[in-house]
Nanobody, 125 residues
């Protein structure tokens, strides 16, 4: 089992920055991939950024490339999402997720076993 706790959400004006954190506890062998999804009202949950926890390989949605950066601190079992140049369309509930799968389709929510409760990000224009 893996427990995920997010923090760092909030409200910011367009062009601003936020950093989300996701602290993981439990079985580290169940966390081959970790990352962030988001879901806006009336929309499907979409992948934002994913990292392979051992190899450090990262994946990003096209909509956030160049603006968001995912990173990890394995000594703290924590994954971060640095979000810069935020836009109103980035407004959503952001969820941390972890996958125990060895091979995944990184953008598929169904490939992730564990989820946090979510943290709200609101970007005003």
């Amino acid at each position: 089992q893996v427990q995920l706790v997010e923090s760092g959400g909030g409200s910011v004006q367009a062009g601003g920055s936020l950093r989300l954190s996701c602290a993981a506890s439990g079985n580290t062998n169940s966390r081959n991939y970790m990352g962030w999804f988001r879901q806006a009202p009336g929309k499907e949950r979409e992948a934002v950024a994913i990292i392979h926890t051992r190899a450090g390989v990262t994946y990003y949605a096209d909509s956030v490339k160049g603006r968001f950066t995912i990173s990890q601190d394995n000594t703290k079992n924590t994954v971060y999402l640095q979000m810069n140049s935020l836009k109103p369309e980035d407004t959503a509930m952001y969820y941390c997720a972890a996958s125990s799968w060895r091979v995944i389709r990184w953008s598929e929510p169904s490939n992730f076993d564990y989820w946090g409760q979510g943290t709200q990000v609101t970007v005003s224009s």
